[in-house]
């Protein structure tokens, strides 16, 4: 706990007076002292400073006067142009205030209590570098040998993720031998080469210029595993929602991927497979569940922007659009609002064209370009050529709408055939937000 003193006094004052006051008022270490500015020159209060070992923070009336303080005086307005200073000084401070103003004959004080400090800027600003800077890299592996030391210091930051109810459901499997890696770089290639099959033709040859994985060019791969059942019946947090298991396995990487990127070591993350493929070539026991695979190595460089933006296969997304505040879809500006302003200047897209058939139902699913929204209140069966909006008004399903042609054209999209296969209001308005959504990125756009 870190306690700020605020105190306000007459010149003069003696330091007997201002430290029985205190000591009836605080028993624990002050850690600042704050008042007002000019007052700093006033014997009893340097003494006291001394005494506390703290250190003395001045601030002008102009700063006191816009604080919210909850005893203010009128007495102390005439005498120092404020109405508050020791509990002004300990809210300009950043504290909060814990007790109220105690007074004597020529003294006030206030204490409060200051939140925990952050790292200094220097700290920071590396915490943020190698958050941004973190890659995941496939390509320009250096065939040498991971220093053990390091590699040790990277798992250990793995190790120290959070996890529900502190069961560290995860284990890290070392994998360096290249037999065992060419059998799971087989299964990669298979389901690459079955999503490439799934792709409509633009897209797949884009996609056929990619990268995915770099399992053989690495000379260490790492399994990280989950075991959902880890501590038993009892793990606290995770009764309620069993899929905090995995989320505690997937952070655990995150921290292995910032710490490898801070070591200069790269990291690739391969989902190209069927967990339960890759579990059996790496005779994983049955209770033991593939979260993430990684290929692992020195690298000549880390690229300063995702793979997939720099190739023209995605783009990010804005914050704005992802920060919702008191209730979904509130956002900073509206997305809708945005998405007009926007279409003005929208530069023309290029990509795929994609059906999107709104309201329909799994028989448009046969043509492989169609995207059915689909507006019932029942979850329909997961498939990821039908996105599920149960929209709870028209209102919302125009920010619905906005908001899939904006998302599809940030995953290279560049035309809308939009088909409509209910009049309901509903279904209506989330074409006139696909319909803006779609200007808004610049995609052409039209009904069919
Ligand atoms: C769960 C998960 C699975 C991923 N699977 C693959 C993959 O199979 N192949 C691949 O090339 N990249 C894969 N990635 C990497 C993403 O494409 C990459 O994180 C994203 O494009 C952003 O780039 P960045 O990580 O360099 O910021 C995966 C990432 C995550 C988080």
């Given at each position: 706990m870190r306690l700020v003193l605020g105190v306000g006094l007459r010149s003069g004052t003696p330091y007997s007076e201002l430290a029985g006051l205190v000591s009836e008022t605080v028993n624990a270490e002050v850690q600042l002292v704050v008042t007002i500015a000019g007052r700093e020159t006033e014997p009893a209060l340097q003494q006291l400073v001394e005494q506390l070992g703290a250190e003395l923070r001045t601030f002008t009336t102009d700063e006191l006067a816009g604080q919210p303080a909850p005893t203010p005086s009128e007495q102390v307005e005439q005498l120092a142009g404020v109405p508050s200073v020791a509990e002004a000084a300990v809210l300009a401070s950043g504290a909060h205030l814990v007790t109220p103003k105690q007074r004597s004959t020529n003294a006030t004080i206030a204490v409060g209590r200051l939140p925990a400090p952050g790292y200094p800027e220097d700290d920071r600003s590396v915490v943020h570098r190698v958050i941004a800077e973190r890659r995941d890299v496939r390509r320009g592996f250096l065939d040498v040998p991971i220093d053990d030391d390091l590699l040790t210091r990277v798992l250990e930051a793995a190790h120290r993720a959070p996890s529900v109810g502190l069961s560290q459901p995860w284990d890290f499997l070392l994998i360096r031998d290249l037999a065992t890696r060419r059998k799971v770089h087989d299964l990669a290639v298979e389901q690459r080469d079955a999503f490439s099959a799934s792709l409509p033709q633009d897209r797949r040859a884009a996609f056929d210029g990619l990268k995915i994985e770099a399992i053989l060019d690495t000379p260490l791969n790492i399994a990280v595993t989950c075991d959902p059942?880890?501590?038993?019946?009892?793990?606290?947090?995770?009764?309620?929602?069993?899929?905090?298991?995995?989320?505690?396995?997937?952070?655990?990487?995150?921290?292995l991927w910032l710490a490898a990127r801070a070591e200069g070591l790269g990291v690739g993350w391969v989902s190209f497979f069927e967990p339960s493929e890759v579990a059996a070539v790496l005779d994983l026991p049955a209770h033991i569940e593939l979260v993430g695979y990684l290929c692992v190595g020195y690298v000549d460089e880390f690229a300063a922007a995702p793979e997939l933006v720099r190739s023209g296969w995605a783009r990010r997304r804005?914050?704005?659009?992802?920060?919702?505040?008191?209730?979904?879809g509130r956002r900073t500006t509206s997305i809708v609002d945005d998405a007009v302003r926007a279409g003005a200047n929208a530069v023309p897209a290029t990509g795929?064209?994609?059906?999107?058939?709104?309201g329909g139902n799994a028989m448009d699913l046969r043509q492989r370009d169609a995207l059915v929204v689909d507006l019932s209140a029942e979850r329909p069966h997961a498939d990821f050529g039908v996105l599920w909006r149960p929209a709870r008004t028209p209102a919302e399903a125009v920010e619905l709408g906005v908001e899939i042609a904006r998302d599809l054209a940030l995953q290279g999209v560049g035309e809308l055939v939009v088909h409509l296969a209910d009049l309901s209001a509903t279904a209506q308005a989330l074409a006139q937000g696909l319909a803006a959504g779609a200007s808004a990125s610049g995609l052409s756009h039209s009904s069919a």
């Amino acid at each position: 706990m870190r306690l700020v003193l605020g105190v306000g006094l007459r010149s003069g004052t003696p330091y007997s007076e201002l430290a029985g006051l205190v000591s009836e008022t605080v028993n624990a270490e002050v850690q600042l002292v704050v008042t007002i500015a000019g007052r700093e020159t006033e014997p009893a209060l340097q003494q006291l400073v001394e005494q506390l070992g703290a250190e003395l923070r001045t601030f002008t009336t102009d700063e006191l006067a816009g604080q919210p303080a909850p005893t203010p005086s009128e007495q102390v307005e005439q005498l120092a142009g404020v109405p508050s200073v020791a509990e002004a000084a300990v809210l300009a401070s950043g504290a909060h205030l814990v007790t109220p103003k105690q007074r004597s004959t020529n003294a006030t004080i206030a204490v409060g209590r200051l939140p925990a400090p952050g790292y200094p800027e220097d700290d920071r600003s590396v915490v943020h570098r190698v958050i941004a800077e973190r890659r995941d890299v496939r390509r320009g592996f250096l065939d040498v040998p991971i220093d053990d030391d390091l590699l040790t210091r990277v798992l250990e930051a793995a190790h120290r993720a959070p996890s529900v109810g502190l069961s560290q459901p995860w284990d890290f499997l070392l994998i360096r031998d290249l037999a065992t890696r060419r059998k799971v770089h087989d299964l990669a290639v298979e389901q690459r080469d079955a999503f490439s099959a799934s792709l409509p033709q633009d897209r797949r040859a884009a996609f056929d210029g990619l990268k995915i994985e770099a399992i053989l060019d690495t000379p260490l791969n790492i399994a990280v595993t989950c075991d959902p059942g880890r501590g038993g019946r009892h793990v606290l947090g995770r009764h309620a929602d069993p899929r905090t298991t995995w989320f505690s396995a997937a952070i655990a990487i995150q921290n292995l991927w910032l710490a490898a990127r801070a070591e200069g070591l790269g990291v690739g993350w391969v989902s190209f497979f069927e967990p339960s493929e890759v579990a059996a070539v790496l005779d994983l026991p049955a209770h033991i569940e593939l979260v993430g695979y990684l290929c692992v190595g020195y690298v000549d460089e880390f690229a300063a922007a995702p793979e997939l933006v720099r190739s023209g296969w995605a783009r990010r997304r804005p914050l704005t659009w992802a920060v919702h505040h008191e209730a979904w879809g509130r956002r900073t500006t509206s997305i809708v609002d945005d998405a007009v302003r926007a279409g003005a200047n929208a530069v023309p897209a290029t990509g795929q064209k994609v059906r999107v058939v709104v309201g329909g139902n799994a028989m448009d699913l046969r043509q492989r370009d169609a995207l059915v929204v689909d507006l019932s209140a029942e979850r329909p069966h997961a498939d990821f050529g039908v996105l599920w909006r149960p929209a709870r008004t028209p209102a919302e399903a125009v920010e619905l709408g906005v908001e899939i042609a904006r998302d599809l054209a940030l995953q290279g999209v560049g035309e809308l055939v939009v088909h409509l296969a209910d009049l309901s209001a509903t279904a209506q308005a989330l074409a006139q937000g696909l319909a803006a959504g779609a200007s808004a990125s610049g995609l052409s756009h039209s009904s069919a």
